[in-house]
Every structure is written in C-alpha cells, then in structure tokens.
C-alpha cells in the first residue's frame, strides 16, 4: 500500500467513525425524547442544516427498538471528535 492509498484509508475511516459519532448522537437523542437537529442548532448556530445528522436521522429506529445508549459514551464520543459545546449541550439538558 502506497502512502496515497493510505491517507485515503485513513479518512474513509475517520469519515465511517465520524458518521457512526452522529448516529449514536442521533439515537441516543430519540431515546431521551430530545430532538437532535434541535440540541444541534443550539451548539452550533451558525450550522442549521446538517446534512450528516439528516442522513443519520433517517437510520435511527424508535425508543422502543433500540438499545439503551449510556449518556457517557455519548459524551465521550462528541469529544473525541471534537464537539465539545454539542457535548455541553447534551450535559445541560440532563441537568
């Protein structure tokens, strides 16, 4: 594997987690009976539209389907990708 081939490795990986990141996000939301392009707007203002989020919408299932999601994997995750005022957001709506 050359070098070219393996940055391009490296950020289809990253993109994958990524997308896995907002779903998690996304799920974690619905379980909680908390909209998640509305918690989104309220990090990130300037961002209204998500392109990500809606596409990671459209793969979460009902409450009652889904796995209990633990509020700290959630924070963790936001934070290893950097969204840290989303995980600030997360936090203050369980306070």
Excluded: R
Excluded at 12 to 41: F, G, H, R, T
Excluded at 63 to 75: A, D, F, Q, R
């Amino acid at each position: 594997m050359d070098k070219k081939e393996m940055e391009d490795q490296v950020i289809k990986s990253y993109q994958s987690d990524e997308k896995m990141m907002i779903l998690i996000y996304a799920q974690w939301c619905i379980n909680n009976d908390l909209d998640p392009e509305a918690l989104y707007v309220k990090a990130y203002p300037n961002q209204i539209h998500n392109p990500s989020l809606a596409e990671a919408m459209e793969l979460t299932v009902p409450k009652k389907e889904s796995e209990e999601i633990p509020t700290h994997t959630v924070l963790q995750v936001l934070q290893l990708f950097g969204n840290d005022d989303l995980a600030f957001i997360v936090q203050s709506e369980l306070e």
